[in-house]
């Protein structure tokens, strides 16, 4: 049984139609990825996914998450069954330090986990993203764009996700620095973390992920093994410039 199902997924902006009849798993262990282009329903999806919804989003169809249905759920129960949503744009506190910005990822597992916990779950992003243990005293807002979008999924893996969703993760940043996301994203992976990853960069992303999916107007146009969606000719041609 797969960790999420997606069935029959239907997402509409007022009377418009952003994803129709959408069907995907992710399995645990798994990275899987959406590609597509901008407006093709990638991040669309992913919001209907973790009820993380604008005012005039209507969702239709099922998304069952580890036994559990998600549609017509609040985000705030969501993140708690374990599914935990990087959003596209960092969204980090500026006005409060690394640490704290850590430290509000541990919300969910709060009222069960003691101080010293916590404290082992801060120095294990510490270790992963070295450049905020330097950087712990600092307000998020001086954070270059590279180390906000670190901190984004540290803070992201506080709450121990079962499912990590990451939205656009190399939005933004310089060549070297998404060469290091992706290599981050390796690494999580190799970890066992269990990734639904949304990516403009569609190479990038099918060289990271075990499976994936493509949309084109909110619709299902190509899925498989990454591998596999990296040598197919109309991949190539829609997605890889190639």
């Known amino acids: 049984m797969s960790l999420l199902e997606v069935s029959g997924l239907e997402v509409r902006y007022g009377a418009a139609d952003a994803v129709r009849g959408l069907s995907l798993h992710v399995d645990e262990g798994e990275v899987v990825t959406i590609i597509g282009s901008n407006g093709a329903g990638k991040t669309t999806t992913l919001r209907a996914v973790t009820s993380m919804l604008l005012p005039n989003m209507h969702v239709g169809g099922s998304v069952r998450f580890d036994g559990h249905e998600l549609v017509g759920m609040s985000a705030h129960r969501v993140a708690r069954l374990g599914l935990i949503h990087v959003p596209e744009g960092r969204h980090v506190f500026p006005s409060a330090t690394v640490e704290e910005n850590l430290l509000l990822g541990a919300y969910r597992l709060k009222r069960r986990q003691s101080a010293d916990a916590r404290a082992a779950a801060v120095a294990r ?37 079962k499912l990590l969703v990451m939205d656009e993760p190399s939005l933004g940043l310089a060549p070297r620095l998404v060469a290091e996301m992706f290599a981050t994203i390796q690494r999580l992976a190799e970890a066992g973390t269990t990734i639904l990853l949304v990516e403009q960069m569609a190479r990038q992303a099918l060289r990271v992920a075990d499976r994936a999916y493509a949309l084109s107007s909110g619709r299902l146009v190509r899925e498989g093994v990454a591998g596999e969606l990296m040598d197919d000719k109309e991949v190539k041609k829609a997605y890889l410039g190639a």
């Open 125 to 161: 992003v510490y270790e992963q993203f070295p450049v905020l243990h330097e950087r712990s005293g600092q307000f998020a807002g001086f954070l270059s764009g590279g180390e906000q979008q670190q901190l984004a999924i540290g803070r992201a893996l506080m709450a121990e996700p």
